[in-house]
């Protein structure tokens, strides 16, 4: 079994910036692909950024040039860095965690962390 424990979350002015932890722990395979979610009100969970084990990451286009992801493999631990925070950033973000031992995929969710961007 694998946990997520987000932290960082909270209310912030735009313009301003926070920084997400996730902590991952249980069985982790060290292939893997960490990511970043969120989902605002009425709106559909959406792919904010990942990385893989090997340090290859992806963004979404709307945060491009403003969040920044990494991450700690020794400490299994997933980082989002947020600048330039927008109203429109508001949502509860959910960190994941993907993993394929055996070609079977496996994907695991933290239990979300509000962020809130005042304007």
């Known amino acids: 079994q694998v946990q997520l424990v987000e932290s960082g979350g909270g209310l912030v002015q735009a313009g301003g910036s926070l920084r997400l932890s996730c902590a991952a722990s249980g069985t982790i395979f060290t292939i893997n692909v960490l990511g970043w979610y969120r989902q605002a009100p009425g709106k559909q969970r959406e792919l904010v950024a990942s990385?893989?084990?090997?340090?290859?990451?992806n963004y979404a286009d709307s945060v491009k040039g403003r969040f920044t992801i990494s991450r700690d493999n020794v400490k299994n631990t997933v980082y989002l860095q947020m600048n330039s925070l927008k109203p429109e950033d508001t949502a509860v973000y959910y960190c994941n965690l993907v993993q394929r031992p055996a070609d079977a995929a496996y994907s695991y969710w933290g239990q979300g962390t509000q962020v809130t961007v005042s304007s």
């Open positions: 990385i893989t084990n090997g340090g290859n990451t």
